[in-house]
């Protein structure tokens, strides 16, 4: 998924002539905390709606005041993931997008990029979510997605996060099957360490038929 298939010039970007009062205005106009900063339709930078809100006059243009701009570096041929772990170590709203020119080529959202992540990563997929906890040694996707699929099973997304200061990973399963239990069964056979769990078992099913049952009986 590169960047070049999520830039958007729905979010324009502010000409360092304009005014401080047009720049707020369109922050608050499109939900956003950052706004691309042009000077002769080349990017200055990223000015934020705290430095702009320290402007006693918002009348004056940009240009008239010193901000301190954030320049982060951006083509387009780069993947969406470099721009969300950008935007997160920095804690920006959008970031501008460059050609390899460094021409402004528009912006990304950081609601565009995790919108896009979600229908890649299966979120809206029916199904089970399994975490389980391992050392990274032992980590084997081939093993994992055995025990998944010997259970008539498929793996729809995995991801593996490094549990700080330690050796230890985490991996997230998302399966698509509402009732886990045999494929959780097989996990603890193998020694596997089951962090958390989010299905609707076939127990569950029983015990609600069950209560279900008890409450009609308490009616009659």
């Not at 999520?6 to 304009?18: F, H, R, W």
């Not at 809100?53 to 243009?61: E, H, Q, R």
């Not at 099913?205 to 038929?209: F, N, Q, V």
């Given at each position: 998924?590169?960047?070049a298939d999520?830039?958007?010039?729905?979010?324009?970007?502010?000409?360092?002539?304009?005014t401080v009062e047009q720049a707020l205005h369109w922050m608050e106009e499109f939900k956003v905390t950052h706004l691309p900063v042009l000077h002769n339709k080349k990017l200055a930078g990223l000015v934020s709606e705290a430095e702009l809100?320290?402007?006693?006059?918002?009348?004056?243009?940009i240009t008239a005041n010193h901000f301190n701009y954030i320049k982060p570096q951006i083509h387009q041929s780069?993947?969406?993931?470099?721009?969300?772990?950008?935007?997160?170590?920095?804690?920006l709203t959008l970031i501008p997008i460059l050609d390899e020119k460094d021409n402004y080529m528009g912006n990304i959202t950081q609601k565009s990029v995790?919108?896009?992540l979600a229908s890649l990563s299966a979120v809206m997929e029916q199904g089970g979510i399994i975490e389980l906890e391992l050392n990274k040694?032992?980590?084997s996707l081939t093993q994992i997605a055995s025990i998944v699929e010997g259970n008539d099973a498929k793996i729809l997304s995995c991801y593996v996060t490094s549990l700080p200061d330690s050796t230890r990973i985490q991996v997230t399963l998302k399966i698509n099957r509402?009732?886990?239990?045999?494929?959780?069964?097989?996990?603890y056979r193998y020694n596997y360490e089951v962090k958390a769990s989010y299905h609707q078992s076939g127990y569950e099913?029983?015990?609600?038929?069950k209560f279900n049952e008890f409450i009609k009986y308490l009616d009659i």
């Open positions: 998924m590169l960047i999520l830039i958007t010039k729905d979010i324009p970007a502010i000409k360092d002539s304009d809100l320290d402007v006693a006059n918002t009348k004056s243009k780069q993947h969406a993931f470099d721009a969300l772990r950008i935007m997160s170590g920095l804690h995790l919108d896009r040694n032992d980590y509402d009732d886990l239990t045999r494929v959780l069964q097989t996990f099913d029983d015990l609600k038929t």
